[in-house]
């Protein structure tokens, strides 16, 4: 089954994604649009977003899990081969915006994360050796949940890896009025240099706005 995934960040016009203020009503007002069957967060994503108190040698739920019966709402998946959200997930799955939880594992994720994710009725994939093969992963969440359509909410990292991957069809950046600098960028592609120009990926202009008077919306699709 063939998953479109859509890149969606909004950065400066340098093209960072930290230090400068992220308008989040604007950023995810944009995202019913897309009509996602699953968000793939970045591990690093939500372990950036200060919850509660995360508890990661717990491995009993303290109340029931919260995941909805409501088909609307997406799946929360989350790729996280070393079991970094072991303690986190239950918190996240408490959020009103997912139905459930389906954790990303590859060969190398460690038991005690296999166990939190039974104890709290959260399903997993587990595919690829080190980390996680994210072609497969896509493919098995095609075929056990029906899943055609996935927004990445992720930094450089997530992205890198789906796009060198080729697995992405939609580019969607929001340009805001600020500019920040350094030598070590966060962009949204961090990925190895390339060593020929064959990896370069090109894209074709689907659609650009201006929004709120400052920030320029583009939209592009991945030229396969
Ligand atoms: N402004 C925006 O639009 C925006 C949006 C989202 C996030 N952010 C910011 O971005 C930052 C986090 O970004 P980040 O780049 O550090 O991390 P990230 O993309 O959130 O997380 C890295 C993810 O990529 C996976 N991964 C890395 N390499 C992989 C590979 N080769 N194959 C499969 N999976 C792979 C990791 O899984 P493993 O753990 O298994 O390696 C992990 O789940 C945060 O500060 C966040 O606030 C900004």
Not at 23 to 47: K, S, V
Not at 72 to 98: A, C, E, M
Request: aromatic residues 8%.
């Amino acid at each position: 089954m063939f998953t479109k995934v859509i890149l969606h960040n909004m950065t400066s016009v340098d093209g960072r994604l930290d230090w400068f203020p992220v308008n989040m009503e604007l950023f995810y007002g944009l995202i019913p649009m897309w009509q996602e069957d699953a968000t793939l967060a970045g591990a690093d994503t939500l372990l950036a977003v200060p919850l509660e108190e995360a508890d990661e040698t717990q491995n009993e739920p303290s109340e029931p899990d919260q995941t909805s019966s409501d088909n609307t709402k997406p799946l929360l998946v989350v790729p996280d081969s070393k079991g970094r959200l072991r303690g986190h997930w239950h918190l996240w799955l408490k959020q009103p915006y997912w139905r459930g939880g389906v954790a990303l594992c590859s060969k190398s994720t460690p038991s005690e994360y296999y166990e939190y994710l039974k104890q709290h009725n959260i399903d997993w994939i587990t595919a690829g050796e080190d980390k996680v093969d994210l072609k497969a992963a896509l493919e098995e969440l095609g075929s056990r949940y029906g899943v055609k359509v996935v927004r990445a909410d992720s930094g450089g990292r997530l992205n890198g890896a789906l796009l060198r991957a080729g697995l992405v069809s939609e580019v969607s950046v929001l340009f805001s009025p600020y500019l920040v600098g350094g030598i070590t960028p966060k962009s949204i592609f961090a990925a190895p240099d390339l060593e020929s120009e064959e990896g370069i990926i090109q894209l074709k202009l689907l659609a650009v706005e201006t929004l709120d008077d400052s920030v320029v919306w583009v939209r592009y699709e991945v030229v396969k």
